[in-house]
């Protein structure tokens, strides 16, 4: 399997920017950090996102990407990547610890979440195993002592499609 690992954020933004040389298209810096952030700077989402973008203007005729243009883009991004996330979901290296711990995180809205928390839903023996695999699959980051999404979209993909998942 070829992992494609999250981009730096300075070629990131490049690959907004300037796909190709002398690319017409100005992005709002709000924009452009809206697209890393929901992206997690995967390059499969950065370019979806923006070929809607560009699909978008060039249907209206203009050459100015705002933030509005953006959540309308990463809108379109859930539906038409739908197979990227129910891969993650569902994949090889998928499995149940990982989705419920995916679903937690999903639900959670105050920042990183701690081992802790995930413990409550997830047994211990499984929840260490399961964060490694979602850290080393590029989904999830560490963060001041606990676990969110590196991929925004995901999360909003799994709040969407699996609210819930694993509850008892």
């Given at each position: 399997?070829?992992r494609v690992h999250?981009?730096?954020e300075d070629?990131?933004?490049d690959l907004?920017r300037?796909?190709?040389?002398d ?8 924009a452009?950090?809206r697209?890393?952030t929901?992206?997690g700077?995967?390059?499969?989402l950065?370019?979806a996102?923006?070929r809607?973008?560009?699909?978008l ?9 705002g933030?509005?243009d953006?959540?309308?883009?990463l ?7 739908a197979?990227?996330f129910e ?6 290296d ?6 419920t711990?995916?679903t937690v995180?999903?639900?959670h ?5 701690s ?5 409550r839903r997830?047994?211990?023996r499984e ?6 695999r ?12 606990g676990?969110?999404f590196?991929?925004k ?5 799994v ?10």
């Amino acid at each position: 399997m070829l992992r494609v690992h999250p981009l730096a954020e300075d070629d990131a933004r490049d690959l907004i920017r300037s796909p190709i040389e002398d690319f017409p298209v100005r992005y709002e810096e709000e924009a452009v950090e809206r697209i890393l952030t929901a992206t997690g700077r995967q390059p499969f989402l950065i370019q979806a996102t923006c070929r809607y973008l560009v699909n978008l203007l060039n249907h209206e005729q203009r050459h100015h990407v705002g933030l509005t243009d953006v959540e309308q883009a990463l809108a379109s991004c859930l539906e038409s990547c739908a197979f990227y996330f129910e891969e993650l979901w569902r994949g090889k290296d998928a499995d149940d610890a990982q989705r419920t711990v995916l679903t937690v995180l999903a639900e959670h809205s105050g920042g990183p979440v701690s081992e802790a928390t995930l413990t409550r839903r997830v047994g211990k023996r499984e929840l260490y195993p399961a964060l490694q695999r979602l850290l080393r699959r590029d989904i999830l980051e560490h963060v001041d002592g606990g676990y969110e999404f590196l991929v925004k979209l995901a999360a909003d993909w799994v709040r969407s499609e699996h609210r819930g998942y694993g509850e008892t």
